[in-house]
């Protein structure tokens, strides 16, 4: 019998004993046993932290990213393996999908946050603030990677999504991580595994992989380490409550299953479009991955007048679900993960029926296809009504975590927030309309219970990614009894694995630990225009102060008829009684031209390709006719450029093979009483030195 491997501390092992055995939830049969016994839990930690988490740290945020990038481009190259061992799972193709190439696709996502991120070990957060009317003294706000380990316990559903959309996020932020999948399938995750330490793309010590019991793991916890786990409420409870967690203050992010919901909108009928959206919505949640979803549609809530019609349409949707081998290209449903959990399932179904009645599917009988119904962990979509959701409390405490669902009449959408309410925390909620109105009320009256919320209609329904879907760009996570915590989101998912300190000082001291240019700090005089230098050459601080000039009337007037801004602050014979302005005024773009004439370099070819954008532009000091300006131009942040593979020869005609950065410049516009008369960042994309 073959047994899994935990890989840690740098070597595959396995664990002590018999351990526990592990089946095809399709046909029954024994695949492999795992055990983590005799595992040294404090040196599987211990090694992470200072092996995997120092060479992570020395690493820059686009180092990193692109590592993730590599990561996700390897692991595409074995699918079909890992898709042949997904089916003894249970799951069908379209199950696996989501589970191994979504899993690739979180790493993909995360890897391109890195252009979000500056090339450093660190990064700033949020806005810099001058603490001193002398402009001498400052505050701003760093992130740094946590010195510990992250340790992920995760749920059986989705063994490699489960996995990679979290290490995605921790390797980004630059710390190691612990994998402790869900024993029932873990083999799937150890192949995926493999195939990463195999791959040598990943610094050792940055993934450790236990599969079985996790121990004593989380007795060896410290202040610096992130746990996160996905599962069941009642677990979650427990793993929060452990004691090391609670004495060195460790943050844990909780995922849990939750009651989610789906509400069908007043004005929705027979005869619209979303009536048969709504339908293929719920019968979709409940048959993906067998509704082994932490954020499928438990609760269905329909007008009370469109009840009957509505559990029917959804009975025949049902009806047309083929269930069996999810190896038979005709089969849309495969099994659940195994025995156990089809006995679980069955025994909240019984809960649920003390108010519920079944209109759909049965817990006795199944009619699968090239399968054996009771050797497989096969069970019938059950779709159960409840006709007094007001009175009920099992329905909204009470998970089946299968293919069940409950439908319930509500009168007005009042109601419908309130009972959506009653599930007290959910990871989602969907509400199918066509009336914008119902769906501004209905988002931001429950959107204190829910993580994220799908407003669905026509408009979207052929991109919609679905109820049930996280996106790695969009926080994963909800309040109450779906664990109040909060996974992905960007850059929101990344700041979780970091640590948030305030620094203060003088703006050209923070410059200098920040490496990004402070306002009032000083510049560094470079000899030379900073235009003439190349990407490497640049320092951040390199400033000059261009010479000046007048702006005239006739300046202001012939921008007006060249740009066709003929703005009455920009007239002549504007009266000026009553407004902001004493005279006619200088557009703000003129102005900026103007700064742009002052600072760039001349006529001869230079490191600058070309300019690439502008942020925070603003004009802060009317200038008038008769003013005099001159700009303070200053290198404040340098970004890496992906290199492109150049293909055609036409790209490298349009220079598309030369390597290069972005450089942030912070633009000042003073006039001549050495007021700041408008601030910009500027973007240029500069050439690299030719070695």
Same mark, same amino acid.
């Given at each position: ?53 120092? #060479? ?94 992250? %340790? ?57 992989? %236990?599969?079985?019991? #996790? ?61 048969? %959206? ?290 009455? #602050? ?23 031209? %103007? ?97």
């Amino acid at each position: 019998m073959n047994k899994l491997e935990n890989y840690i501390t740098g070597n595959w092992i396995t664990g002590d004993g018999d351990g526990q055995q592990l089946y095809n939830a399709v046909t029954g049969e024994p695949i492999a046993t795992a055990s983590t016994k005799g595992l040294d839990f404090a040196g599987i930690t211990n090694y992470a932290r200072t092996v995997g988490n120092p #060479a992570l740290r020395k690493m820059t945020f686009h180092e990193r990213g692109n590592m993730l990038k590599a990561l996700a481009l390897h692991l595409r190259n074995h699918l079909d393996k890992f898709y042949k061992i997904s089916y003894q799972t249970g799951a069908t193709k379209a199950d696996s999908w989501v589970d191994i190439e979504g899993g690739i696709g979180n790493l993909f996502a995360n890897a391109s946050l890195r252009r979000k991120l500056p090339d450093e070990t660190f990064c700033m957060d949020g806005e810099s603030h001058i603490l001193g009317q002398q402009n001498t003294f400052m505050g701003t706000h760093i992130m740094v990677p946590k010195e510990g380990v992250a %340790i992920h316990i995760n749920a059986f559903n989705f063994p490699v999504w489960g996995m990679l959309e979290k290490i995605a996020v921790n390797l980004l932020a630059g710390m190691p991580a612990i994998v402790k999948p869900a024993t029932v399938t873990s083999y799937l995750t150890e192949a995926f595994v493999k195939e990463i330490i195999a791959s040598k793309i990943l610094p050792e010590g940055a993934l450790q992989l %236990i599969c079985g019991n #996790a121990g004593d793991l989380l007795d060896h916890v410290t202040s610096q380490d992130v746990v996160t786990f996905t599962g069941s409420a009642t677990t979650g409870l427990m793993l929060k409550s452990t004691p090391y967690i609670l004495k060195e203050a460790v943050p844990i992010t909780m995922e849990t299953d939750s009651l989610n919901c789906i509400i069908l909108g007043e004005d929705i009928t027979p005869a619209k479009p979303e009536w048969n %959206i709504f339908v293929k919505e719920v019968r979709k949640e409940m048959t993906l991955k067998a509704g082994q979803r932490c954020t499928g549609i438990r609760r269905i809530f329909v007008p009370e007048n469109k009840m009957e019609d509505m559990w029917k349409a959804i009975s025949t949707a049902l009806s047309q679900t083929t269930i069996g081998n999810p190896l038979n290209e005709k089969v849309r449903m495969g099994s659940l993960a195994g025995q156990a959990q089809r006995k679980e399932v069955k025994e909240q179904i019984k809960k649920l029926l003390a108010s519920s009645q079944i209109i759909y599917g049965s817990l006795d009988s199944v009619e699968v296809v090239d399968a054996d119904a009771v050797k497989g962990a096969f069970l019938s979509p059950v779709l159960l009504m409840n006709d007094k959701p007001f009175a009920s409390q099992e329905v909204h405490s009470v998970e089946a975590f299968g293919p069940v669902s409950t439908i319930m009449p509500y009168k007005n959408l009042e109601e419908a927030i309130l009972l959506s309410k009653m599930g007290k925390g959910s990871l989602c909620s969907s509400i199918v309309t066509a009336d914008n109105a119902i769906a501004k009320k209905y988002v931001i009256s429950a959107a204190t219970h829910h993580g994220r919320i799908l407003v669905l209609n026509n408009e979207c329904a052929a991109e919609n990614t679905g109820h049930g879907s996280p996106l790695p760009l969009l926080v994963h996570g909800g309040p109450g009894r779906a664990g109040g915590g909060e996974e992905m989101g960007g850059l929101r998912g990344v700041k979780h694995y970091l640590q948030r300190t305030a620094i203060q000082g003088s703006p050209t001291t923070i410059t200098a630990i920040t490496n990004v240019y402070q306002p009032h700090a000083k510049g560094n005089n470079p000899g030379q225009h900073p235009f003439t230098k190349y990407f490497e050459e640049l320092q951040i601080g390199d400033q000059i102060i261009t010479q000046k000039r007048t702006i005239t009337s006739d300046d202001i007037n012939k921008f007006a008829d060249l740009s066709g801004d003929h703005f009455y #602050a920009h007239n002549t014979l504007t009266d000026f009684t009553g407004t902001m302005f004493e005279q006619q005024v200088a557009h703000g773009y003129f102005i900026m031209s %103007i700064a742009a004439g002052l600072f760039v370099d001349g006529y001869k070819k230079n490191p600058v390709l070309l300019n690439y954008g502008m942020d925070e532009l603003r004009f802060t000091k009317p200038v008038y006719p008769g003013s005099e300006i001159y700009i303070r131009f200053t290198c404040k942040e340098k970004l890496p450029n992906d290199i492109r593979v150049v293909e055609k020869e036409a790209d490298k005609k349009r220079g598309d093979n030369i390597e290069k950065g972005i450089v942030k410049w912070y633009v000042e516009i003073i006039d001549q009483t050495n007021e700041i008369a408008g601030v910009a960042t500027i973007l240029t994309m500069v050439a690299k030195k030719m070695v």
